[in-house]
């Protein structure tokens, strides 16, 4: 955990005073919402603790949530449409879904390839619930990325780098089959993207924004039917 701590603090850091001040900011809210609401997301999991193959390890990334300010600040900048359903890719332990329903989009899917990690992820919705009343319906699905099958339905595709360049091109391609077999708008925003080459000159999902806030850069793309 301090180690974990100290590499975002020296990734906020190098990137000037007001990054800094963010990211700190950022640490204090993590911490706020996850005692305000008795919640269990902020600690992160190594790869070789998840509970899931070694193949699937090898494509995988380790669980480190997305901070609460980050999120809020992405959605206030895009101004997205509520109606559809908002898809968290390797949810972990459901931070994202949370603030998705907070954020009041009326349907939240969290996609977990870890059984543990989809287990927390119920009990912290679940809890969240109990507490914070919200029209908005959260479902944890626990299964491989890679075996999803998309209903049409999906709107926004939020990630935090969770997969290799292999997954993540297979991903994608899944998103363009689902857009010709289901035409709509759709945006996909990602975290930490490492690989924008596989979206460079796509036909269907057209970069508008990359912001970047504290440590974190998103990179959004948008397909307009």
């Known amino acids: 955990m301090l180690m974990a701590a100290t590499e975002f603090m020296k990734r906020a850091f190098t990137k000037g005073p007001s990054n800094s001040l963010q990211s700190v900011l950022s640490v204090v809210d993590d911490y706020a919402f996850d005692r305000r609401h008795r919640l269990d997301t902020r600690s992160e999991v190594a790869i070789r603790d998840l509970d899931i193959s070694d193949e699937d ?55 977990e390839i870890s059984q543990a990690l989809c287990e927390i992820a119920k009990r912290n919705v679940a809890t969240f619930q109990e507490g914070t009343p919200t029209a908005s319906s959260i479902k944890v699905v626990c299964t491989n990325i890679l075996d999803y099958e998309m209903k049409g339905s ?61 440590s974190a850069i998103f990179h959004v793309y948008q397909h307009q039917s």
């Not at 600040?73 to 101004?79: E, F, G, R």
């Not at 979206?199 to 806030?213: R, W």
């Open 57 to 111: 390890k090898q494509h995988a990334d380790k669980y480190k949530p997305t901070r609460a300010r980050y999120f809020r600040k992405i959605m206030a900048k895009l101004n997205l449409p509520l109606e559809g359903v908002c898809v968290d890719v390797g949810c972990g332990k459901g931070r994202v879904l949370l603030l998705a329903a907070e954020h009041g989009f009326d349907q939240v899917v969290g996609l």
């Open 154 to 214: 999906e709107t926004v595709f939020f990630l935090y780098s969770p997969f290799d360049h292999a997954v993540t091109k297979s991903f994608l391609a899944m998103i363009r089959q689902s857009l010709n077999d289901h035409p709509r708008d759709l945006w996909l925003i990602i975290d930490e993207f490492r690989f924008p080459e596989l979206l460079e000159d796509d036909e269907l999902l057209k970069k508008t924004h990359v912001y970047e806030y504290g």
